[in-house]
């Protein structure tokens, strides 16, 4: 189903986001979701969205866990490959998850490489700002193209001290613009902004020169990213202010699950039209074989 990255088969590559940076130009701005699955990778890919971010929320909104910090590499590697399988011309980045790149920079080469070759993303998300700028030029010395991400890094829950909106005071603020400055500067090609305002998320968007990928960043950003379950409504926890809900699929499954278990429990399904029959010939042998049994012997 994958195809390989070339000109004039409408795959989209990372120059082709490079190049949908605005530089204050009105360009049609990048759209971005996430996928775990090789379904709903299609169903997305086929719906023209440009990259597709196989994102450790994966560990929250499939796995069930309170937080990102548990999913494993092979966890995301195996998520990451059934994308790659449904996608044709979206972009697959794949998000490296807490502990694979906070233990020494050879370490984090060796697991982002496993993406790329083992998984087929065409490229890595790192969280973090100033502290990767070392991690971030390896990877892109090694020929992995490298999303950033700044703002609220998920990762960084317990440092954090919890899912907050980031860069509020003129201090924060400033460590953010110096943030998002190291992330350009050592390499990466786009940038995720997270739950920042949206002033800010503006400034760093005319300040850098690749494109902005904002969720919960206002619309001033290069691009927007959601996590598909909050877009369709398939998300069962509190969705944050910024997810907006085009679709209530959590509502609907419940609707034709009930009226699933309903029909069987009333016998109402299957119906004879849902069911597998013998063929002519089988039919006919079988009613002259009662046929026989019944004729009396002579
Ligand atoms: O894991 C994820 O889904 C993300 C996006 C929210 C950017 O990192």
Do not use: W
């Not at 499939?62 to 790659?84: F, K, Q």
């Not at 998000?95 to 993303?121: L, Q």
């Not at 699950?257 to 429990?265: K, L, S």
């Amino acid at each position: 189903m994958s195809v390989t990255p070339h000109a004039g088969n409408g795959k989209i590559t990372v120059p082709d986001i490079v190049s949908r940076k605005s530089h204050g130009v009105t360009h049609p701005r990048i759209t971005c979701l996430t996928a775990y699955d090789y379904p709903t990778a299609r169903l997305l890919d086929d719906a023209g969205v440009d990259m597709l971010l196989v994102g450790d929320s994966l560990a929250m909104v499939v796995l069930g866990y309170e937080n990102t910090l548990p999913v494993t590499i092979e966890e995301m590697l195996h998520h990451t490959r059934a994308v790659r399988r449904g996608t044709r011309h979206a972009l697959v980045i794949a998000d490296m998850p807490y502990g694979s790149f906070h233990t020494g920079i050879e370490d984090s080469v060796r697991n982002a490489v496993r993406f790329i070759k083992e998984a087929g993303a065409e490229a890595v998300k790192i969280e973090g700002g100033e502290k990767r700028l070392e991690l971030i030029h390896r990877l892109v010395e090694a020929e992995i193209p490298v999303m950033g991400h700044v703002g609220l890094t998920p990762q960084s829950l317990h440092a954090l001290g919890g899912f907050k909106v980031q860069g509020k005071t003129a201090e924060a603020a400033e460590q953010l613009l110096r943030d998002a400055r190291a992330v350009e500067a050592a390499g990466a090609f786009s940038i995720v902004l997270e739950a920042v305002p949206r002033e800010l998320a503006a400034q760093v968007t005319r300040e850098l020169r690749i494109p902005t990928i904002g969720i919960g960043a206002g619309p001033e950003c290069d691009g927007q990213v959601l996590v598909i379950h909050d877009l369709l409504g398939l998300h069962l926890g509190r969705q944050p202010k910024f997810a907006r809900r085009y679709a209530h699929l959590a509502e609907t499954i419940a609707q034709a699950v009930g009226q699933y278990c309903d029909d069987v429990r009333t016998g109402q399904f299957p119906t004879d039209a849902e069911s597998y029959h013998v063929s002519n010939g089988v039919r006919e042998q079988e009613a002259s074989r009662k046929e026989a049994k019944v004729r009396p012997l002579r």
